[in-house]
T-cell receptor, first 111, second 116 residues
Framework: GQQVMQIPQYQHVQEGEDFTTYCNSS?????IQWYKQRPGGHPVFLIQ?????EVKKQKRLTFQFGEAKKNSSLHITATQTTDVGTYFCAGPTTSGSRLTFGEGTQLTVNP | DAGVIQSPRHEVTEMGQEVTLRCKPI?????LFWYRQTMMRGLELLIYFNNNVPIDDSGMPEDRFSAKMPNASFSTLKIQPSEPRDSAVYFCASSLKFGGLYSPLHFGNGTRLTVT
């Protein structure tokens, strides 16, 4: 079945450093969504990418969707302690019937 | 918009007891999802409903788990009998499915279940 894989599983950075998490799918995705879950919280939707090669920015966060629509990345510039949490990507199954979540990348930011 | 409402927030029970988790989706959303999250297995989809009808329950661990959605504004996830390995955070999420695409999922705050 379809798999959505994320790397790295964990990332520790010093405040001010950049951070990137990568998401790879075994199949072509019609779209991809990114979520953030703060410690003790619930996943919160960040953004959805639909077009091949699409790039979207939200302040210090940059999201990319690969040309082949099989991979995506989230890059955070100059991390802050408020960026701490787990970042998940999610893509629809081939039938589009449901979303498959990646394992998530847990980000820790040392002040 | 009150968001997705789950109850209870925390549940501690003894092995063998029945546990019922409740969820009220966002009004107007036609799809509802139950997820389980643990350190070992991450975020797992247990079951989802579209227009109150269960579409895919392949993620339900075993017969001890059951889910219902009697109407568009309420769903339950029941575990009977509960076991220690069921300890996890259970999330309910809702979204709007139009055509073949889902709008972003809105998650509830989750129910932290501890089975001793």
């Amino acid at each position: 079945g379809q798999q959505v894989m994320q790397i790295p599983q964990y990332q520790h950075v010093q405040e001010g450093e950049d951070f990137t998490t990568y998401c790879n799918s075994s199949t072509t995705l019609s779209n991809i969504q990114w979520y953030k879950q703060r410690p003790g919280g619930h996943p919160v939707f960040l953004i959805q990418l639909v077009k091949s090669g699409e790039v979207k920015k939200q302040k210090r966060l940059t999201f990319q969707f690969g040309e082949a629509k099989k991979n995506s990345s989230l890059h955070i510039t100059a991390t802050q302690t408020t960026d701490v949490g787990t970042y998940f990507c999610a893509g629809p199954t081939t039938s589009g019937s449901r979303l498959t979540f990646g394992e998530g990348t847990q980000l820790t930011v040392n002040p | 918009d009150a968001g997705v409402i789950q109850s209870p927030r925390h549940e501690v029970t003894e092995m063998g007891q029945e546990v019922t988790l409740r969820c009220k989706p966002i009004s107007g959303h036609n799809s509802l999802f139950w997820y389980r999250q643990t350190m070992m297995r991450g975020l797992e989809l247990l079951i989802y409903f579209n227009n109150n009808v269960p579409i895919d329950d392949s993620g339900m661990p075993e017969d001890r788990f059951s889910a219902k959605m009697p109407n568009a504004s309420f769903s339950t996830l029941k575990i009977q009998p509960s076991e220690p390995r069921d300890s996890a955070v259970y999330f309910c999420a809702s979204s709007l499915k139009f055509g073949g695409l889902y709008s972003p999922l809105h998650f509830g705050n989750g129910t932290r279940l501890t089975v001793t």
